[in-house]
Every structure is written in C-alpha cells, then in structure tokens.
C-alpha cells in the first residue's frame, strides 16, 4: 500500500528555512552597551534592549492604547494602500526588518497574494521563537508560500539576507527609523541602499511632528504602561548583567525636544543611589534626579524623509498618510532605477 499523500494546502517540507545568526557577539552587545552608556556624563542605553519578553508584551499592550496612535495608523494606511503598493511594485518577495509577530504584515501579505505574486516572506528578527511560530502560520494560511526567516540583528546582519528571488518590498514598519540618531539613521539606510536592486523598493514607516501634547501622551499614558515597559530596561540588566538596580527607585519621564523634532524616554533617580552591575564589575552612581535616556523616537516631515533617503540614493515613489495625517509611510527605490 503506498503511503498516503498530504494534504494539498500543507506546507511543503521546504516550505520553512530559518537561518541563525547570533553569536557571541550578540550576547556581547548589552554588556557592551551598557558599559558604554552607564559611563557617560548623561547616562543612555539604547532601546532595543527593551525588547525581552516581558518588554515585548508590554509593548504590545502600548499598541492598544487610546494614546498610543502610531499603530493604528500606520495599520490603517496599509489598509487603504496595500493593493497600490502590490501594484506599483510587482513584488514576489516581501522582507521584513524586525518582523516581530507579523500583524501588520498580513496586510501587505494579502495584497501581494491577491496580485499573484507572492512567493517568500523573509521576517527579520532576534527572537527565533516568535520567527518560527509565525513562519508556522503564514504557510498555513497562505499555501505555497515560502519563508526564510533570518535570526539576527538588522543593525548588524542585513548582508546576511537570502538572494532576492524577484522584485521585492523590504518593510521597515512601526516608525523603529525613529530611534536612530540622524547620522546612525543614514548609515542604516545606506546599508538598506546597497541591498536593492533596481526593481525592489523600500517601504518605511515614519511617525510625523505634530502637535507635542499628543506625542507626549503617546509615551506617558494613563495607565502606566510605558512607564513599566520603561523601567523593564533596568530587569533586563540585573537578569542578563547580575545588576541590582531597583525599577521603584526611577521615575518614567517622556519629553518633547522641539529643536531636534524627538520625544524623549528617560529613568529618572527619585534620590542618591548606587548601583552594582556584576558582569562588568562597574558601580553607577546616580545623583537625586540625574537620568538615563532609553530612547529617543524623531518625528518627521516630508522633507526630512525625503533628504535621508536621498544621503542613501534613495527616490521617493509615494508618500502615504492616514486621514488625519498622524504617521506616513514612504515607499522609494534605488535612485534613477
């Protein structure tokens, strides 16, 4: 008797590729950090370091806030364009840059699929985890679809991407350019340059300045939700560095910068405290109300996305706001492609 047949809409064995590229050097890159930071006159981490799991669940609680606005619209913009993006750009492959659970890919996933183009999805991630279980379910809900998932940090492992099988779209979504300083964010998206081909395209997403009260807001919400995802940087240190700061010592503080157009997340020390990060053997003082900056999101202007991705020989195609004109995404390609 031969062995029966599988199902047709079950992904193929190859249907899923996961490639890892963390190493010791990943490991090495909070300790590294946050020797750095927790040494400067004006103490800083940067906020990738927010993201373990307790970080990521929090932070997916902050996208459901009434506050927190750049979610839904950037969602809804994808709902109102997604088909003229698939259009415009013909894509067979959609890659994206800290992919994270994919919900919002979904969208642009169906757009593709309804074109009869798509072909592979390439999520880029730190979290292998969360890559393999939504590799699981996008071959399950789109048959044929492959997926190459790549574990790694985009910051450092953007040469490490799959060869392009086609035209495609690589999605750098939640308005994360953000957190770049202005010169770190030209040399990232130089390096996001030198990836595509003439036919591929860049699809950013960017929150837009606007009035500092609703920015404000977006970052110190009512019900103390950023202020916990805020401090969790601090358990991620005494976790992964054996530090013993305590988070209640530290005040949440969000602040617009109306000369550099950012908000501000800071920890701010409620009295004099001391603290030991073990795996570096280095103590940290901190004076009553001295802080430590944990991240920085810049707001933009058409202008000014248009000039950083001109610094990485980049054209603007389209630019693409919700109604209310709160968050925009940008599509652009290699210029004179």
């Given at each position: 008797m031969e062995p029966a047949s599988p199902p047709e809409d079950a992904p193929s064995p190859t249907a899923v590729v996961i490639d890892s590229h963390l190493d010791g050097a990943h490991d090495r890159s909070l300790a590294d950090d946050a020797l750095d930071g927790l040494t400067r006159p004006f103490k800083e981490l940067p906020p990738k370091h927010f993201y373990d799991a307790r970080g990521a669940e929090l932070f997916d609680r902050i996208c459901e806030l009434p506050e927190y606005y750049p979610t839904r619209a950037e969602r809804a913009i994808?709902?109102?364009?997604?088909?003229?993006?698939?259009?415009?750009?013909?894509a067979v492959e959609l890659v994206e840059l800290g992919s994270g659970t994919a919900a919002k890919t979904r969208v642009l996933l169906d757009a593709l699929d309804a074109a009869g183009t798509l072909q592979r999805?390439?999520?880029?991630?730190?979290?292998?985890?969360?890559?393999?279980?939504?590799?699981d379910e996008l071959t399950g809900e789109y048959p044929g679809l492959q997926v190459h998932g790549v574990i790694g940090d985009f910051e450092r492992h953007l040469?490490?991407?799959?060869?392009?099988?086609?035209?495609?779209?690589?999605?750098?979504?939640?308005?994360t350019i953000g957190n770049f300083p202005p010169g770190s964010r030209r040399r990232?998206?130089?390096?996001?340059?030198?990836?595509?081909?003439?036919?591929?395209?860049?699809?950013?997403?960017?929150d837009l300045v606007k009035d500092p009260g609703v920015l404000t807001a977006a970052y110190d919400d009512s019900q103390g939700v950023t202020a916990a995802f805020n401090r969790n940087v601090l358990v991620v240190l005494n976790r992964e560095l054996g530090a013993n700061f305590d988070p209640d010592d530290f005040d949440h503080v969000a602040m617009f910068d109306p000369v550099h157009e950012w908000i501000e997340m800071?920890?701010?020390?409620?009295?004099?405290?001391?603290?030991f990060v073990g795996e570096l053997d280095l103590t940290v003082h901190f004076d009553a109300g001295e802080e430590l900056?944990?991240?920085?999101?810049?707001?933009?202007?058409?202008?000014?996305?248009?000039?950083?991705?001109a610094a990485a020989g980049l054209e603007l195609v389209s630019w693409l706001t919700d109604p209310q004109e709160l968050f925009a995404l940008s599509l652009s390609r290699p210029a004179g492609g």
């Open positions: 994808l709902e109102l364009r997604a088909e003229e993006i698939a259009a415009v750009t013909g999805y390439v999520p880029v991630d730190v979290t292998e985890q969360m890559v393999r279980e939504s590799a040469d490490r991407l799959p060869p392009a099988s086609g035209p495609r779209v690589v999605a750098f979504l939640g308005g990232f998206l130089r390096g996001i340059g030198r990836l595509l081909g003439p036919e591929d395209h860049l699809l950013m997403g960017t800071r920890l701010r020390a409620r009295h004099e405290l001391t603290a900056r944990t991240e920085i999101s810049a707001k933009f202007t058409p202008e000014r996305v248009e000039g950083d991705l």
